[in-house]
T-cell receptor, first 116, second 115 residues
Framework: GAVVSQHPSRVICKSGTSVKIECRSLDFQATTMFWYRQFPKKSLMLMATSNEGSKATYEQGVEKDKFLINHASLTLSTLTVTSAHPEDSSFYIC????????????FGNGTRLTVT | AQTVTQSQPEMSVQEAETVTLSCTYDTSESDYYLFWYKQPPSRQMILVIRQEAYKQQNATENRFSVNFQKAAKSFSLKISDSQLGDAAMYFCAYRRPGYGNKLVFGAGTILRVKS
């Protein structure tokens, strides 16, 4: 079945550095990918919608210069947390959908980011 | 804007018994999709069941079934013969048709299964 691979699963970085998280669709072409952030025991909060070949659409309140999203190919989207601070520590999840209409959404395993 | 409400932050069920998780939503659309996702401690999001709004018949997947009341905008999940592996966070979600449309999640319900 369809699989979405997210890497890394865990990352620890120092405050002020940047971290890149990758989301790959392994056996289908994903024209649309979504990036979510989840706090402990809370719901998934949509950060942005990533469309292949165009700029990402960010949700209200999400800083686009802070969270850079690149969807350069039909199988890869990246989220870069720039100049990370401890408050950026969170669980980040990507999801991807194939191009066909009403195709299901597949989730990555998530990335636990800890900023020290 | 569409909203999804899960009014039960936590629920408990005895192993082998039945539990119902509630979900209501608000939309002005007539055609849409509803989902229940399970998130175990591994944090992997697992699709449990899906319902198309134009279908009157309630979706069923083995021990999982829904009670979809379109007029009331209610979409509850019933888990029969509960198992220890059912313990997880459950999210109700809404999506309009079309490949570009995002999922809107409810706040989630933590389900605990007692042995």
């Amino acid at each position: 079945g369809a699989v979405v691979s997210q890497h890394p699963s865990r990352v620890i970085c120092k405050s002020g550095t940047s971290v890149k998280i990758e989301c790959r669709s392994l056996d289908f072409q994903a024209t649309t990918m979504f990036w979510y952030r989840q706090f402990p025991k809370k719901s998934l909060m949509l950060m942005a919608t990533s469309n292949e070949g165009s700029k990402a659409t960010y949700e209200q309140g999400v800083e686009k210069d802070k969270f850079l999203i690149n969807h350069a190919s039909l199988t890869l989207s990246t989220l870069t947390v720039t100049s990370a601070h401890p408050e950026d520590s969170s669980f980040y999840i990507c999801s991807a959908r194939a191009a066909s209409l009403n195709s299901p959404l597949h989730f990555g395993n998530g990335t636990r980011l800890t900023v020290t | 804007a569409q909203t999804v409400t899960q009014s039960q932050p936590e629920m408990s069920v005895q192993e082998a018994e039945t539990v119902t998780l509630s979900c209501t939503y608000d939309t002005s659309e007539s055609d849409y999709y509803l989902f229940w996702y399970k998130q175990p401690p591994s944090r992997q999001m697992i699709l449990v069941i899906r319902q198309e709004a134009y279908k009157q018949q309630n979706a069923t997947e083995n021990r999982f079934s829904v009670n979809f009341q379109k007029a009331a905008k209610s979409f509850s999940l019933k888990i029969s013969d509960s198992q220890l592996g059912d313990a997880a966070m459950y999210f109700c979600a809404y999506r309009r048709p079309g490949y570009g449309n995002k999922l809107v999640f409810g706040a989630g319900t933590i389900l605990r299964v007692k042995s």
